[in-house]
């Protein structure tokens, strides 16, 4: 298996807030419903190259407190499965649907280097992928993997809080 990971993304909110919402994929509908309205989530995905279709895809993504199906051109749909959460620390995913076999997982951590406006510690996280890749995918895919894994992380933590 191949290892991707995204940078350390700074959030200022607790650990406590951050988990909450990470751990529950329902949390991302309302980030999703107004995609279209939310510029910053726009610009990051033109800036990845993607057009205004990518946009509208977003709209087909399927939700639940454990489950996220995400419409996936050419492929038909991926879709990824919380099997197991870690209070106030990670939440790990594994592909459900997918040609190929991968786990995901979002760690979070508090840390003193980023204080919320009421003086606690703020939160790092870092997401982990884990595909497991023949060479041609890996020759084909790997590089988009490693970019999309941060931008990804990016996306979480500016659009579901405010971020530095």
Avoid: C
């Avoid at 995609?35 to 946009?55: P, S």
């Avoid at 499965?81 to 106030?88: C, P």
Wanted: hydrophobic share 40%.
């Amino acid at each position: 298996m191949t290892k991707y990971e995204s940078n350390v993304k700074m959030i200022m909110a607790p650990v406590e807030l951050v988990y909450q919402k990470l751990s529950n994929l329902e949390n991302l509908r309302p980030m999703l419903e107004n995609v279209q309205h939310n510029e910053t989530l726009k610009a990051q995905i033109e800036a990845a190259g993607q057009d205004a279709q990518a946009l509208e895809k977003l709209k087909e993504v399927r939700l639940t407190e454990d489950s996220i199906a995400i419409p996936a051109p050419m492929i038909g749909e991926i879709a990824l499965r919380i099997i197991e959460r870690e209070e106030n620390k990670t939440v790990k995913f594994e592909t459900e649907q997918s040609p190929i076999k991968a786990n995901m997982w979002i760690q979070v951590l508090p840390t003193s280097e980023v204080i919320t406006a009421d003086g606690t510690q703020g939160t790092k996280m870092r997401l982990t992928l884990k595909a497991d890749l023949n060479p041609m995918l890996k020759m084909m895919l790997g590089k988009k993997l490693e970019e999309g894994i941060d931008k990804f992380a990016e996306i979480l933590a500016r659009s579901l809080f405010i971020s530095s």
